[in-house]
């Protein structure tokens, strides 16, 4: 029987994989801390996978992740990944931006969602940012936006907030705070929200493309990179587990996938 491996699985996952993300977000779902390392033995998976995870690390953080995806694989073992792709916002930016600058509307709109998708989830300072305030809007470009993010039910998010404690009102620290708030000036309220905010997990911390991913994965130790589309893989079953497509939908359209062995 394969080991699979599904690491940040957010709300998203199969039963037939061993299941962590930062919070439990189901019955078959680990809280573990990834900044922590991968909680399991040497050469112990036969596959690992995570979508759209490896942009919320930094780039030393997320290079000892993937060093802890390669240490749990067994040789011969498969990683694949999914993280949005650079290479199709950049391509994308130059594509509307040429056009718009000959008057066409359409393109006017579509660039201006793209400088959203290039930077609002690096650089808000809220949940949202004003990516969730234009999805809240009367998109004029709506089937374009689509076509980026996914559907509307399949666009779930990897990092939903953890589930409420009852016992936080027994909390002594939690009035400590208050009163700690109580000597804090306006300024230092708001700049302590943002630094919570941007240490929550939601912002993305780098990016990645071709040839960058690869680099990444080739200097700690994988070989034979591929890229893949949601739909194949080089992994048994692939589509059966319905992580990164359900049925001809893709989940997460702007992804880059790209898969690698372990030697």
Same mark, same amino acid.
Request: proline share 4%; glycine share 6%; with cysteine.
């Given at each position: 029987?394969?080991?699979?491996?599904?690491?940040?699985?957010?709300?998203?996952?199969?039963?037939?994989?061993?299941?962590?993300?930062?919070?439990?977000?189901?019955?078959?779902?680990?809280?573990?801390?990834?900044?922590?390392?991968?909680?399991?033995?040497?050469?112990?998976?036969?596959?690992?996978?995570?979508?759209?995870?490896?942009?919320?690390?930094?780039?030393?953080?997320?290079?000892?992740?993937?060093? *802890?995806?390669?240490?749990? +694989? %067994?040789? #011969?073992?498969?990683?694949?990944?999914?993280?949005?792709? !650079?290479?199709?916002?950049? /391509?994308?930016?130059?594509?509307?931006?040429?056009?718009?600058?000959?008057?066409?509307?359409?393109?006017?709109?579509?660039?201006?969602?793209?400088?959203?998708?290039?930077?609002?989830?690096?650089?808000?300072?809220?949940?949202?940012?004003?990516?969730?305030?234009?999805?809240?809007?009367?998109?004029?470009?709506?089937?374009?936006?689509?076509?980026?993010?996914?559907?509307?039910?399949?666009?779930?998010?990897?990092?939903?907030?953890?589930?409420?404690?009852?016992?936080?009102?027994?909390?002594?620290?939690?009035?400590?705070?208050?009163?700690?708030?109580?000597?804090?000036?306006? *300024?230092?309220?708001?700049? +302590? %929200?943002? #630094?919570?905010?941007?240490?929550?997990?939601?912002?993305? !911390?780098?990016?990645?493309? /071709?040839?960058?991913?690869?680099?990444?994965?080739?200097?700690?130790?994988?070989?034979?990179?591929?890229?893949?589309?949601?739909?194949?893989?080089?992994?048994?079953?692939?589509?059966?587990?319905?992580?990164?497509?359900?049925?001809?939908?893709?989940?997460?359209?702007?992804?880059?996938?790209?898969?690698?062995?372990?030697?």
């Amino acid at each position: 029987i394969m080991k699979l491996l599904n690491l940040g699985c957010g709300t998203h996952y199969h039963n037939s994989w061993t299941n962590l993300d930062f919070v439990s977000t189901g019955k078959n779902v680990i809280a573990h801390n990834l900044l922590q390392g991968v909680p399991f033995e040497d050469n112990s998976f036969d596959v690992v996978y995570h979508s759209h995870v490896l942009e919320h690390f930094n780039k030393k953080d997320g290079k000892a992740f993937i060093k *802890e995806c390669h240490r749990v +694989l %067994k040789p #011969g073992g498969i990683i694949r990944i999914a993280v949005p792709d !650079l290479e199709q916002i950049a /391509r994308n930016y130059i594509s509307f931006l040429e056009k718009s600058l000959e008057g066409n509307k359409n393109a006017e709109n579509n660039y201006n969602w793209t400088v959203i998708e290039m930077y609002d989830q690096t650089v808000r300072n809220y949940s949202g940012g004003e990516m969730g305030a234009y999805l809240k809007s009367n998109m004029p470009n709506a089937d374009f936006v689509y076509s980026r993010i996914g559907k509307p039910s399949s666009s779930k998010g990897n990092y939903p907030s953890p589930k409420p404690n009852p016992m936080r009102f027994l909390n002594p620290t939690k009035y400590l705070q208050k009163l700690k708030d109580l000597l804090m000036s306006d *300024e230092e309220k708001k700049a +302590l %929200k943002i #630094g919570q905010f941007r240490l929550h997990g939601e912002v993305h !911390l780098c990016m990645y493309d /071709r040839f960058s991913l690869g680099r990444l994965l080739q200097n700690i130790g994988f070989e034979s990179l591929e890229v893949q589309t949601a739909f194949d893989s080089n992994i048994t079953d692939w589509k059966t587990f319905e992580l990164d497509a359900i049925g001809e939908d893709i989940r997460k359209p702007d992804s880059l996938f790209m898969e690698a062995i372990k030697q």
